[in-house]
């Protein structure tokens, strides 16, 4: 199969093509069984409304069950079905719970969409210990890991869609983002081996590695103390930073048209950069990413 570049909803985020169809259902998850994880806040919140436009069945899964409820009778509301299924995704157990718990509800698993994630910022020497860093490979990748090998047999049944949240920190790392960075490396590894382990049986793999996104993410992000940054942390958003919708809206896009990988903002140039001049492209991450978000956090401290 020859592999095309296309571009989705906003022309500046290319995306990869794994293969589509020619026809393109307007409601391609009507009546579609979904997971959502990490759906209580964020992009994964944004899916879920959008799924629910669409009249998905859907199940959410987070740590916060108040969030979840409240968001399970929005997405009703909106026309779709949904249960909450309070879920911790570093817990094995939890995750076997979830799967297991959608097919009986619905009566199959079309999607899985592994959106939960958490970072922590600061330099590696500096971290009092490795719990940190662990926790955030436990969230980031485990979780992944979790979901992924209880829901693929279901997949396989209804040649489903496995969707994974990564991050363009998976391609062009930032410093003082350790534990992060590897965490989202090792997502783009397991789902590209995974895709070929999963292409015969017809089940697609899509990866999707937004760029900044207004959430909440920034707020809840930890010092190497595990201390969130609190709303401070959305300093690091401007104007032209894409929102959790928008995002949602591209990933849905994709996954429907099960695309290889999406990659936004800089996305392919920063790809190809690291490729060719990888020297250039770390001053380039300092100079032109690093320090003006740096300035943008430093600046809203000092007038909080």
Known sequence: MVTRITFSVDRSHAVKDQGEGKYMSDKPYQDKSVIVTGASSGIGRALALRLADQGAWIELAARDAQRLDVLAAECCQ???????????????????????RAVAEFGRLDVLINNAGIGATGLLEELPDLTLFKRVMDVNFFGTLHCTYYAVKHLKQT????????????????????NYNASKYAVHGFSDSLRMELAQA???????????????FHERLMDKNGTPRGPQGRA???????????????????????????????????????????GLADKITIEMVLKPVVRRAKKAQSTG
Do not use: F, H
Request: include cysteine; charge should be positive.
């Open 202 to 216: 017809g089940v697609s793999v899509t990866l999707i590695c937004p760029y900044w996104v207004v959430t909440e």
């Open 159 to 178: 040649q489903g869609r496995l969707v994974n949240i990564s991050s363009m920190a998976g391609k062009s790392p930032l410093p003082y983002n350790s």
């Open 236 to 278: 690091v958003y401007n104007q032209k930073t894409m929102t959790a919708d928008q995002c949602a809206a591209i990933t849905l896009k994709a996954a429907a048209r099960r695309k290889r990988e999406v990659l936004m903002g800089p996305g392919w140039t920063a790809v190809w950069l690291r490729i060719i001049a990888p």
């Open 78 to 100: 909106r026309g779709g079905k949904a249960i909450a299924v309070p879920t911790d995704v570093t817990d094995e157990a939890q995750c076997k719970v979830l799967i297991e």
